[in-house]
């Protein structure tokens, strides 16, 4: 299994990024796939999540601001990431979660910095 996550970089605030995240070695379509990320000190948190079906759920933290979407075909999952703050630099990490098992698996992780 392998997840992997590129996109990150470092922007100023107010500026964006896009995240994108390569699965391989899961049955995609049984996956709830979901972005987290974790700043230093801090606990890590989910950011957004998408089902197969496109069914969506978001921190409060990055509604309006931040989109997740997947391409079920190429086996890929998207985090778009608007009106970026100081505050969501953190390692963002891809993670996909079997519907039916509850099995996870983790991406490595990319380092998103916003500068003010």
């Known amino acids: 299994v392998q997840l992997q996550a590129s996109g990150g970089g470092l922007v100023q605030a107010g500026g964006s990024l896009r995240l994108s995240c390569a699965a391989s070695?899961?049955?995609?379509?049984?996956?709830?796939m979901n972005w987290y990320r974790q700043a230093p000190g801090n606990q890590r948190e989910l950011v957004a999540g998408?089902?197969?079906?496109?069914?969506?759920t978001y921190a409060d933290s990055v509604k309006g601001r931040f989109t997740i979407s997947r391409d079920n075909a190429k086996t890929m999952v998207y985090l778009q990431m608007n009106s970026l703050k100081p505050e969501d630099t953190a390692v963002y990490y891809c993670?996909?979660?079997?519907?039916?098992?509850?099995?996870?698996?983790w991406g490595e992780g990319t380092q998103v910095t916003v500068s003010s």
């Open positions: 070695g899961i049955i995609f379509d049984l996956n709830t």
């Open positions: 993670n996909a979660r079997n519907r039916v098992t509850a099995i996870e698996y």
């Open positions: 998408i089902t197969r079906g496109g069914i969506t």
